[in-house]
């Protein structure tokens, strides 16, 4: 999970408009998605065995291979699933040039089975108070999370101050990353990106601060109210 955390909260909403949008062939994306598709089953059984044998390391360079058939800036993970063992996840995090190669991606995927399920965007955990955190070989429960957040209605977005107790002995990396995982984990991508705004680092806890399954609830209420696509992610 934390290989997207960077890109998904650091898209550029102002910035996006700055550069020549690519012009993407829905034909040339589906015949892509098609050629991955057969990859991954040729694949399939090497993963499976590196999954059994607790190494799915040994199969990063041969997977990553396959995306770049579909696009070289795209992003992959094997997650557990939620309906079945495995979730295989390939990701625009809400590039919007790259999406076309996800939908088409996702349209041609197989039927989940019992095995496999397939996500174009990181799925939110059902119960971030569940995770802990490890740093440095301590560990940062997300149960003491706490989020302060203010929606913008001008730019529908909500702003949030994130808490953890443990903020005080980690330095400004690890800070950060405490800061935007449980966000992340809490939402999934796609509620994330289309609804965080601003994101605040909180030395201490801030007033009418709630904690993570109550923040989620707000987040997919307003979404819900403005129609997006990612309230109903679960």
């Known amino acids: 999970m934390m290989r997207f955390l960077r890109r998904l ?10 550069r020549e949008r690519e012009e993407v062939s829905p034909t ?18 090497e993963v499976g065995a590196a999954l059994g044998d607790g ?15 579909l696009h070289p800036s795209l992003n992959f993970s094997i997650e557990r699933g939620r309906d079945a063992v495995y979730a295989l996840v390939i990701t625009s995090q809400a590039d919007p040039e790259l ?18 399920e397939y996500h174009d965007a990181v799925p939110p955990v059902p119960d971030p108070t569940e995770v802990t955190v490890n740093l440095h070989g301590k ?18 977005l909500v702003d949030v101050a994130v808490y953890h107790p443990g903020f005080a002995e980690l330095d400004h990396a690890e800070r950060e990353a405490l800061t935007f ?4 984990a809490t939402l999934g991508e796609k509620l994330a990106a289309d609804r965080i705004g601003r994101v605040e ?7 009418n601060a709630v904690d993570l399954l109550s923040f989620r609830e707000h987040v997919r209420a307003i979404a819900e109210q403005d129609g997006s696509s990612g309230a109903g992610e679960s």
């Not at 040339?28 to 059984?45: D, G, Q, S």
């Not at 560990?139 to 529908?156: G, H, I, T």
């Not at 680092?201 to 007033?207: Q, V």
């Open 55 to 69: 190494e799915p390391q040994r199969m990063d360079h041969r997977l990553a291979e396959a995306v770049a058939l």
């Open 139 to 156: 560990r940062y429960p997300l149960d003491e999370v706490r989020v302060a957040a203010q929606f913008d209605e001008n730019r529908s």
């Open 201 to 207: 680092t909180a030395e201490s806890l801030p007033e």
């Open 181 to 184: 995982l449980p966000l992340h």
């Open 99 to 116: 999406r076309p190669y996800t939908d088409a991606w996702k349209a041609a995927a197989p039927e989940p089975d019992s095995l496999w």
């Open 28 to 45: 040339e994306a589906a015949r892509r998605a098609e050629e991955f598709w057969r990859r991954w089953e040729e694949l399939l059984p």
């Open 9 to 18: 909260f650091g898209r550029a909403r102002a910035s996006g408009g700055e």
